[in-house]
């Protein structure tokens, strides 16, 4: 297999390394700032890894061109002369000399597959919840901290049009929405994802890099809710290998639940085409009796026809006693007959704003990175004959209690 190498280098640097990389059977492409790597972003999928002299890339433009290299394999020459150091690049192999530069590509060349998985196809996952509900804006960051610690590039899109609390808690708050300028970008045919790139800001999370497209205010309306520029929006981004997080709106009440009005409802809102478009959706719930009406609601209005391993229901109340998770997993399954509950574990707050007070557990983790695409694909299709009856069921109940 030929491992095709990005490289950040001087000029003089380069016909050196060029020469010992073709003695070893590998291809290099040299890329010399951020600019120049935005305007190759489309390839940094077929790249097998990064190398990097400190003495070309800095730490202020490390941060910036982190998102789109930082889930391929990194070396770095000159790691103790320069700017950046070991907090900026946690995971990277330190080139001393030329047996050193051989091992990394080796490592390389044996590597597990999951490197390759990591530069195929991403992740779009959608958090949603009701209306009133909060923690679909802290679920949506510890979502993306948790795709980061997981090595994948990721990229936060505040969706929510009611009031976009992402973007503030990131300090981007009052600034032009980023969202909304990728949308007019993608309404134009043949959009590179550079330039979908360039409109978003470049945030911290925990040391590391994250893309946040801001968001914006508008009233629900079938034009704002035109899916053609969100749905190109996103998969060009998760097409280019990226973990799309996105934070949405709270689903409102419908004014009538007839099937009728449900379709012109899933038309005007924004938040039921997001739905659609995802490979994982993440419905943040509270551990109150009125918190868990709300979820129920929404769950019967605009998730019920998702296949099971679509959806995860995600309890972000943490610390709650081992009596009341249970009953709160009954009560869930009750009503909607899906097990995929989650709760959140408790987490100390750091120094930083908007830190939440939890994490995700490690079981919601795994099921939003491990479960193939390819099978959820598979599963976009209504539930297994064996759900109906417990469907029926859940719906009496629901139809039986006057819900908020």
Not at 38 to 55: A, H, W
Not at 353 to 362: E, T
């Amino acid at each position: 297999m030929t491992l095709r190498i990005a490289a950040f280098v001087p000029e003089d640097m380069q016909p050196s390394l060029a020469e010992s990389l073709q003695q070893r059977a590998c291809a290099v492409s040299f890329l010399d700032t951020a600019d120049s790597l935005k305007s190759n972003t489309p390839e940094m999928s077929s790249f097998s890894g990064v190398l990097i002299d400190c003495g070309s890339i800095g730490a202020d433009q490390w941060s910036q061109i982190e998102p789109v290299v930082g889930h391929l394999p990194i070396a770095v020459i000159g790691l103790d002369q320069y700017q950046l150091g070991p907090d900026q690049l946690p995971d990277h192999a330190n080139i001393t000399s030329d047996y050193a530069l051989s091992e990394w590509l080796l490592r390389l060349a044996s590597s597990p597959p999951s490197h390759a998985a990591r530069r195929g196809r991403g992740r779009l996952v959608v958090v949603a919840g009701a209306e009133g509900a909060p923690g679909r804006t802290v679920t949506s960051r510890e979502i993306a901290r948790a795709s980061i610690k997981a090595g994948h590039p990721t990229l936060i899109v505040d969706a929510d049009t009611s009031e976009p609390g992402l973007s503030f808690g990131f300090g981007l708050a009052g600034e032009e929405s980023g969202l909304k300028a990728a949308l007019r970008s993608c309404r134009v045919e043949g959009v590179a994802l550079n330039t979908l790139v360039a409109h978003a800001a470049s945030c911290q999370i925990d040391g590391h890099s994250v893309l946040v497209l801001t968001g914006y205010v508008c009233q629900a309306s079938p034009e704002h809710a035109d899916s053609a520029a969100y749905r190109k929006l996103l998969d060009t981004f998760r097409d280019a290998g990226y973990v799309v997080v996105v934070d949405t709106a709270g689903i409102s009440r419908a004014a009538d639940s007839r099937e009728t009005n449900l379709d012109l409802w899933s038309r005007q809102e924004l938040t039921p085409h997001l739905i659609s478009y995802a490979d994982h959706v993440v419905v943040a719930a509270g551990a109150t009796e009125l918190a868990i009406s709300r979820f129920v609601r929404v769950w019967h209005q605009a998730l019920s026809k998702l296949a099971d391993t679509m959806v995860s229901v995600f309890v972000s109340a943490p610390c709650l006693p081992q009596a009341l998770q249970e009953e709160l997993l009954h009560t869930i399954w009750q009503f909607t007959a899906t097990h995929n509950s989650y709760f959140a574990v408790p987490a100390q707050i750091g120094p930083a704003s908007f830190a939440a007070g939890f994490r995700l557990p490690s079981q919601l983790s795994e099921r939003l990175w491990t479960v193939p695409i390819a099978q959820t694909d598979k599963e976009r299709k209504p539930r297994r004959r064996e759900f109906l009856n417990r469907r029926k069921i859940a719906v009496t109940r629901l139809r039986a209690k006057r819900l908020p």
